[in-house]
């Protein structure tokens, strides 16, 4: 490291935090200027790696608060459209952020700290760190993950079956350290060591082997074009009712179809009611809610037989209030007054010739979730959603990037279906074979390798 560099003020490393979580924003949906990724970071860690920041801990936050209400920019918008209320819009969008932002607080001490021994350090920590942002109990949240620009562009996606989607953004961290290194002029053999790292990452990409298939098979993932979020109930009855027959027509022939999340209302028993009816022939896999109470959201199947699997991770304020009764304020926000119940088993479904995987909207945003409907011996994900919520945001693609990342991880294909998109199948490399314009009414159907 140049023992001439000088430490930014204060004021001046802001001005680095603060255009890193700019070049982030550009970088993700809906504005995606991918690229822009792998250089996102660089002026923040140029500031954190000078040898006298007195500040890691600050700027981290910093960077983290502004970047968290770039990211969560949609938790904002829906809860404007939930609640009707401009000022209450503004508490869950800054309090996650403020939240959240403490992960990269950490993150950001902890490379400090690391620096002058192994800059790329900051790589494998901001991996750590991502990683548990996604896992801790009750507050889990894997969402807006630095490699989530990334996503259309498979040959770098081998990585995330080693480690998960976070090897990717440990690899763009490891970028912005090397470049950060050059900028600060630190020795040849640092920088080298860090360019190497780099290099063998490349290299492990190509070096993977593709996932092995046994047999072709053709699935179809059905898009209503309904609006399943904020429809009024008597009209998304009658839309559902009227579009998804169509859709069992256009997929005749299939191995699998898959439709949204949220098409079935309440009900005890097996068949589930529904407001349209569910022809033989076409192996279905679709989602709804299931009980009185307790109530479940659940994957339905039908192949003659029917089958179900409860959904196991909920979301938290969505689909479940905790401190309902301790925080008066909640009720301002026209919450559930009914929490769901989490199923006690993660189950794959046997639907047709297929062992299916499915993952019910949040829950395909965990790479662990899909990992166990893999050793559930699953053959295919089914992801079924409802982005609805989020349209007009950056939110759906978002998600869509997270299927797509469960393949990679898993070297399984997956067909997500949601009410208005994003509706689409994808090949065990995370290559997307086909794909429903949002709100169309319409079916995809494509060809991929099932083990």
């Known amino acids: 490291m140049d023992p001439n560099a000088k430490r930014p003020a204060l004021s001046g490393q802001a001005r680095y935090a603060l255009a890193s979580a700019a070049l982030l924003t550009l970088s993700f949906p809906p504005i995606n200027l991918r690229w822009l990724?792998?250089?996102?970071?660089?002026?923040?860690?140029w500031a954190l790696g000078h040898r006298d920041q007195k500040h890691p801990f600050r700027l981290g936050y910093l960077f983290g608060f502004f970047w968290q209400l770039s990211a969560l920019h949609w938790l904002g918008i829906l809860a404007v459209r939930w609640t009707g209320n401009w000022t209450l819009s503004w508490i869950p969008w800054v309090a996650a952020s403020a939240i959240c932002a403490l992960y990269f607080a950490a993150w950001s001490w902890c490379s400090h700290?690391?620096?002058?021994?192994?800059?790329?350090?900051?790589?494998v920590l901001w991996g750590v760190f991502e990683y548990l942002k996604g896992s801790l109990p009750v507050i889990a949240f894997p969402y807006a993950i630095l490699a989530t620009p990334l996503y259309p562009f498979p040959w770098l996606l081998g990585m995330a079956r080693l480690g998960d989607a976070v090897m990717v953004s440990a690899f763009v961290v490891l970028i912005g350290v090397a470049l950060a290194q050059g900028l600060l002029k630190e020795s040849l053999p640092r920088l080298g060591a860090t360019c190497g790292l780099v290099v063998a990452?490349?290299?492990?990409?190509?070096?993977?082997?593709?996932p092995v298939v046994s047999r072709q098979v053709r699935v179809a993932a059905g898009q209503p074009g309904v609006d399943l979020a904020f429809s009024k109930p008597d009209e998304e009855f009658l839309a559902v009712s009227q579009n998804v027959p169509a859709l069992f027509d256009r997929a005749r022939g299939a191995d699998l179809l898959?439709?949204?999340?949220?098409?079935?209302?309440?009900?005890?028993?097996?068949?589930?009611?529904?407001?349209?009816?569910?022809?033989?022939?076409?192996?279905?896999?679709?989602?709804?809610?299931?009980?009185?109470?307790?109530?479940?959201q659940t994957a339905f199947?039908?192949?003659?037989?029917?089958?179900?699997?409860?959904?196991?991770?909920?979301?938290?304020?969505?689909?479940?209030v905790p401190l309902r009764d301790k925080l008066p304020l909640l009720a301002n926000f026209n919450l559930a007054t009914a929490d769901l119940t989490p199923g006690t088993e993660l189950k794959a479904l046997d639907v047709g010739s297929l062992r299916v995987g499915p993952l019910l909207c949040f829950e395909a945003l965990f790479p662990d979730l899909a990992r166990k409907q893999a050793a559930n011996g699953a053959q295919i994900l089914a992801v079924m959603s409802v982005d609805d919520w989020y349209m007009g945001t950056g939110a759906p693609e978002v998600l869509k990037a997270g299927t797509v990342f469960r393949c990679a991880e898993t070297g399984l294909p997956a067909v997500?279906?949601?009410g208005l998109g994003h509706s689409m199948i994808v090949d065990g490399t995370g290559r997307i074979l086909a794909e429903i314009p949002l709100a169309a009414t319409q079916v995809a159907t494509a060809k991929v390798g099932v083990r």
């Open 37 to 45: 990724v792998l250089v996102s970071l660089v002026p923040f860690l």
């Open 113 to 123: 700290k690391l620096w002058s021994k192994a800059p790329w350090m900051a790589a």
């Open 201 to 210: 990452c490349l290299l492990l990409c190509i070096a993977l082997p593709v």
């Open 258 to 296: 898959v439709l949204p999340e949220g098409l079935v209302q309440g009900g005890d028993s097996l068949p589930p009611s529904t407001p349209f009816t569910v022809p033989d022939g076409v192996p279905v896999i679709f989602g709804g809610k299931r009980g009185n109470g307790p109530i479940y």
């Open 301 to 320: 199947a039908y192949d003659g037989t029917w089958n179900y699997a409860d959904k196991t991770r909920l979301v938290i304020f969505g689909e479940y």
């Open 416 to 418: 997500r279906a949601g």
